[in-house]
């Protein structure tokens, strides 16, 4: 980031400080395209239409963005082609937290890594760079040697990518490769004045869950990453190189503290498992490796599929968000009906209440799985069926076999 470009970030921060202090923050949609502004999304999080690169860029370039609700944004833009193609020109985004100052307080930051708060965080989005774009989706996170920095630099930059498109890479070269909250992700290191770690996902996801914290013990079990340092911000939007297109979350939230990752105080870890039906000794199963919202769940005998693995985050209180691994898509009941035989399927992530399980505990090992839209029921292998294809349903819990599940490694 240039010297200007920093000093312009860093005024346009303290003003949107001033302003959020001095009148009400609205909650309907609004829109806004002129460099830096800022909306508010609700009282925690704010949306930045960062162009800390546009002096990078070819002119007549473009760039707005819109509240829809409050926990969803949109984000317009036109980057022409260029002769610095391969430079970032934007980052518009989520902000909670520091941004080279502080726009809202009482958002639980910052926090000692020490400390060792969950950060649990969820997105889904659909995007749509242009032909030949280049950009990522991703999450920026900042760490601090101060306690509670303003204009400083942080000492390390934590970067997520969930997507990456048209050739878009990450400052440094390839470090490792980990397993992280059920995915796989490329580690990078750089350094751009402080260290830059960038999680690369190995395969784009366009909706999911994490805990921020996962990834920070990853760095300081592995890599040093000190504990006495501070999380001060977490960002979520898109670095753009050039492009014409949108990127809309749909849904988005950030929360600093309560249940989580690296076992998240759930009845059952965080992780990637087989859930195996206790009558059948069969596994969860999207038929055909389908990957479109709406494909049907059944059992069927354990091959080791990625349509037959699942990753369980923690969400507070037992209920979990359970994700397919091949199809990052959402185990969910087919509607919010509480009626019996109402199927169960997979579909893009939105936080909706029938794609949250609250999981308790049976016998031997084994849980019941209910669905939080429909507390009376229980996740069901129809007719206690114990043959490949036997449909999963929601059904009143009665305590049978066909009602209890155990997560075993895949």
């Known amino acids: 980031m240039s010297r200007w470009k920093l000093e312009l970030t860093?005024?346009?921060?303290?003003?949107?400080?001033?302003?959020?202090?001095?009148?009400?923050r609205l909650s309907h949609a609004a829109t806004c395209s002129t460099e830096f502004c800022t909306l508010d999304m609700n009282s925690t999080i704010?949306?930045?239409n960062n162009n800390w690169g546009s002096d990078s860029s070819p002119p007549n370039w473009f760039e707005s963005i819109t509240t829809n609700s409050s926990s969803s944004f949109r984000v317009d833009f036109d980057w022409p082609t260029g002769p610095n193609n391969n430079q970032v020109k934007a980052y518009p985004s989520a902000v909670l937290g520091w941004?080279?100052?502080w726009h809202f307080q009482g958002t639980g930051l910052p926090v000692q890594l020490s400390a060792n708060q969950n950060i649990n965080t969820s997105y889904a989005y659909t995007a749509n760079f242009g032909s030949g774009g280049t950009a990522n989706v991703a999450y920026d996170i900042r760490v601090h040697t101060q306690s509670n920095p303003l204009f400083e630099n942080p000492s390390d930059e934590i970067m997520i990518w969930v997507n990456s498109t048209g050739g878009a890479g990450p400052i440094g070269g390839t470090i490792a490769t980990v397993n992280i909250g059920g995915a796989t992700w490329d580690l990078h290191r750089g350094n751009i004045g402080w260290e830059v770690w960038s999680f690369v996902r190995t395969s784009n996801s366009s909706s999911g869950s994490l805990n921020i914290k996962d990834f920070t013990d990853y760095l300081r079990n592995t890599w040093g990453l000190s504990a006495s340092k501070f999380l001060t911000s977490v960002e979520f939007g898109s670095e753009i190189f050039h492009g014409t297109g949108f990127l809309n979350v749909t849904s988005y939230t950030a929360t600093v503290g309560g249940g989580g990752g690296g076992g998240g105080g759930g009845i059952v870890a965080n992780g990637t498992y087989r859930i195996v039906a206790r009558h059948s000794g069969k596994v969860l199963d999207v038929i055909n490796h389908a990957t479109g919202d709406g494909s049907n769940v059944a059992q069927w005998t354990y091959g080791?599929?990625?349509?037959?693995r699942w990753t369980l985050t923690h969400l507070g209180n037992n209920v979990y968000q359970i994700m397919g691994v091949e199809s990052s898509k959402a185990l969910e009941v087919a509607s919010s009906s509480?009626?019996?035989?109402t199927n169960v399927d997979i579909r893009?992530?939105?936080?909706a209440s029938n794609q949250r399980w609250t999981l308790t505990a049976t016998s031997g090992g084994f849980h019941r799985l209910t669905p939080v839209s429909s507390s009376g029921s229980a996740l069901d292998i129809v007719g206690a069926s114990t043959a490949d294809g036997g449909n999963a349903a929601q059904w009143t819990w009665n305590g049978g076999n066909n009602q209890q599940f155990s997560f075993q490694a895949p």
Not at 338 to 341: D, Y
């Open 348 to 351: 893009s992530y939105t936080g």
């Open 46 to 48: 704010w949306i930045n």
């Open 338 to 341: 509480t009626a019996n035989g």
């Open 304 to 308: 080791g599929g990625n349509n037959q």
């Open 10 to 24: 860093r005024i346009a921060c303290l003003v949107c400080l001033l302003v959020s202090a001095a009148f009400p």
């Open 99 to 101: 941004h080279w100052g």
